[in-house]
């Protein structure tokens, strides 16, 4: 793991773990991904001694000490911005070093510690991709950490939420295999999919960051029935993460539908 933030695998989980909003140089690019606001679970708090095997592992590598953990249990906010943004399980933050010490921005030790096991709260953080002097890498800064006391409201109205994102996708994907393919043997082939989006360089911006198969006819209303003021878009299910890609499009509240393309 990286202090820079980074991803990793707990219990099968896909987790992440997270420091408080750096402040930005005048020599740091910060591209937006995702934009991640929760509904969690505090865990409690845990040491964890770093597994690495660099020379400064585990004592001076700055990532074994103690970790604030969150079990995400709803998503009442989720923007995507790009193709590698995605929805996570669990969180965590690192509150302490090797030795034990204060790890991060005070206001947010400060929340930490009054929380305890099995509270509710409300946590944001933002999916950065950061570049500075050419080096570049994930951060994930926390933006909101504060006690929930509308937990199973928000968490309901996030179920909502989520159904009616789903049922935007009107394709059969259970038919498709890993690669997005369908069929059998040689005769697999790929699923093209298509939707209407205002007719603005910022939603064609967002969806091409997101689906890089896209391809934008204005002149043409496809299946769909794009109007004067939209523009077609047209994907295909043979990329990878096709299923993220899809559901990271039903998220954007400008796409109506998604359907299935007709072959010509």
Same mark, same amino acid.
Not at 209 to 237: E, N, V, W, Y
């Given at each position: ?14 987790? %992440? ?16 991904l995702?934009?991640?606001? &929760? ?16 020379a400064?592992?585990?004592?001076r ?9 969150? =079990? ?17 399980? *669990?969180?965590v933050?690192?509150?302490? !070093?090797? !030795? ?5 921005d ?7 510690? &009054? ?5 509710? %709260?409300?946590?944001?953080? +933002? ?7 050419? *080096? ?16 199973? =409201? ?6 909502a939420?989520d159904a ?5 996708? &009107? ?34 911006q967002? %969806? =091409?960051?997101?689906?890089? *198969? ?5 002149q043409s ?7 004067? !003021? ?6 295909? &299910? +043979? ?15 400008? %796409? ?8 010509e």
């Amino acid at each position: 793991m990286k202090q820079t933030i980074v991803a990793v695998i707990l219990s099968g989980l896909l987790s %992440v773990q997270a420091s408080a909003a750096p402040a930005t140089s005048p020599a740091e690019k910060r591209q937006l991904l995702a934009d991640h606001q &929760t509904v969690a679970r505090f865990d409690g708090v845990q040491y964890q001694l770093c597994r690495g095997l660099t020379a400064f592992c585990p004592d001076r590598c700055g990532e074994s000490g103690e970790f604030a953990n969150f =079990k995400i249990l709803a998503y009442t906010t989720y923007a995507p911005y790009s193709q590698y943004a995605q929805k996570h399980d *669990s969180f965590v933050i690192q509150v302490s !070093d090797f !030795d034990r010490q204060p790890k991060g921005d005070p206001a947010l030790l400060k929340t930490v510690r &009054t929380l305890k096991p099995n509270d509710f %709260v409300q946590l944001s953080w +933002h999916h950065d991709y950061v570049t500075i002097d050419g *080096s570049s890498s994930p951060q994930r800064p926390v933006t909101k950490l504060e006690n929930c006391e509308s937990a199973q =409201k928000l968490i309901d109205q996030a179920k909502a939420t989520d159904a009616a994102n789903a049922a935007k996708i &009107t394709l059969d994907l259970k038919q498709l295999d890993d690669q997005g393919l369908l069929g059998d043997g040689t005769g697999k082939v790929a699923v093209g999919y298509e939707f209407a989006i205002p007719s603005t360089p910022e939603c064609r911006q967002r %969806v =091409k960051a997101i689906d890089p *198969s896209i391809q934008f006819m204005p002149q043409s209303p496809g299946r769909i029935g794009a109007t004067k !003021d939209q523009c077609l878009c047209i994907g295909s &299910t +043979h990329q990878q993460n096709y299923r993220e890609v899809l559901s990271n499009l039903s998220c954007l509240p400008f %796409v109506a539908r998604i359907i299935q393309q007709d072959a010509e």
